[in-house]
């Protein structure tokens, strides 16, 4: 089912999931940067703003377009897979407590590279063990994607497949056009919703429009990745110098992985309350840039910088694939931006392959 719906209907949508009880979750302007928030109504989200965006770098501007930006450094992975979870709570009376949390998201203003991270964090959590915490906050989420029409100068889903339009995977996929926006519903809970806002079929010019935009979209990215045959390439090169190169200038500070849609590394620890009222066992996230991350019983496995930054973009391009049938990277360039140096991952690739 699709439809062309004038701009101010965008405000009825968000107000039709809020109404149907979901928690909606879009993107808001906060102190200078894009993030994923909950929202109460239409007007705290993000609108007439684009971002400039490249290795270490990030502004936010004023735009004509309504949604011509991409996104900030949190993704979905903040909502379902929290940066601390509590596990287990246990009284003086030894009683448990497993506190899993129910929320019914509905994420407005995603992108084609969050989609795709999303299908990953459903194989890591529920593609074989079923993590209840996880499942949780996933069942029932409702999905509000946009084309990007206007990528940031770090995106290269093209590359990896994932954008920069939405090839499917959510409830409601949307083209915001000049004066309009072309919206698809592709499941039932979709069309529920969509049929409930004002609009018009689409005529050929729609099309035509939505077309240009995709060319245009294509053509404005500047970082590639070649992934043919990467993950074996990328095994070759294990001893290459290239991973001194970069230790040389990574901190090893773990921005790259916390921000990465992604990485789903966490600790677990349990911790008494001051009070004496209980204990909990809870996880928090984790980064394989850190020595500890790698320790047993007390030795570290991977000792130096560039061991552990190895390991970080290997799983991202080569072990992933073994792991779970497809790369760990969406393109959505994140870490080229919020890495303080401006490490670019697809730089490194590139160097890597050239080399030897
Ligand atoms: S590795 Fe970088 S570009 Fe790839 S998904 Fe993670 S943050 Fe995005
Ligand atoms: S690559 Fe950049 S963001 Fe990642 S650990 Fe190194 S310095 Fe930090």
């Known amino acids: 089912m699709e439809k062309v719906v004038p701009k101010p209907e965008m405000g009825r949508l968000v107000d039709l999931l809020l109404e149907r009880g979901y928690r909606v979750v879009a993107p808001v302007l906060k102190e200078g940067v894009i993030l994923f928030e909950e929202v109460g109504s239409f007007s705290q989200v993000a609108r007439c703003v684009t971002e400039k965006q490249d290795r270490g770098h990030y502004r936010v501007e004023k735009a004509e377009e309504w949604f011509g930006y991409v996104h900030g450094p ?67 989420t409702f999905t509000v994607a946009f084309n990007c029409t206007r990528p940031a100068r770090t995106c290269f889903c093209a590359s990896v497949g994932t954008g920069p339009f939405v090839r499917g995977g959510s409830d409601l996929i949307i083209t915001e056009l000049r004066d309009s926006f072309l919206i698809r519903a592709t499941t039932d ?135 779970f049938g497809e790369l760990g990277c969406v393109g959505c360039g994140r870490c080229i931006t919020w890495c303080p140096v401006g490490i670019d991952i697809t730089e490194e690739v590139k160097r890597l392959l050239s080399d030897g």
């Open 74 to 140: 949190n993704s979905l992975k903040h909502f379902l897979h929290p940066p601390k979870t509590d596990l287990l709570k246990v009284k003086p009376d030894l009683s448990q407590e497993v506190p899993i949390e129910r929320k019914r998201y509905a994420f407005f203003g995603i992108r084609g590279c969050d989609i795709a991270s999303l299908r990953i964090l459903d194989k890591v959590f529920l593609g074989g063990f079923q993590d209840p915490y996880y499942a949780g906050l996933r069942e029932g």
């Open 189 to 323: 809970e979709g069309k529920d919703v969509l049929e409930e806002l004002d609009g018009r079929e689409p005529k050929q010019r729609d099309y035509d429009e939505e077309k240009e935009l995709e060319e245009r979209s294509l053509s404005a990215m500047v970082r590639r990745v070649d992934t043919r045959d990467l993950p074996s390439k990328l095994l070759e090169k294990l001893e290459s110098d290239v991973w001194e190169d970069v230790a040389r200038r990574c901190l090893a500070c773990g921005s790259c992985a916390m921000v990465c849609p992604t990485c789903f590394c966490y600790e677990v620890v349990d911790d008494i309350t001051l009070d004496g009222s209980g204990s909990v066992r809870f996880r928090r996230w984790d980064v394989c840039f850190r020595e500890e991350f790698s320790t047993i019983h007390g030795n570290p496995i991977r000792k130096s910088v560039a061991s552990r930054y190895r390991q970080w973009l290997l799983h991202k391009f080569s072990y992933w694939v073994g792991q």
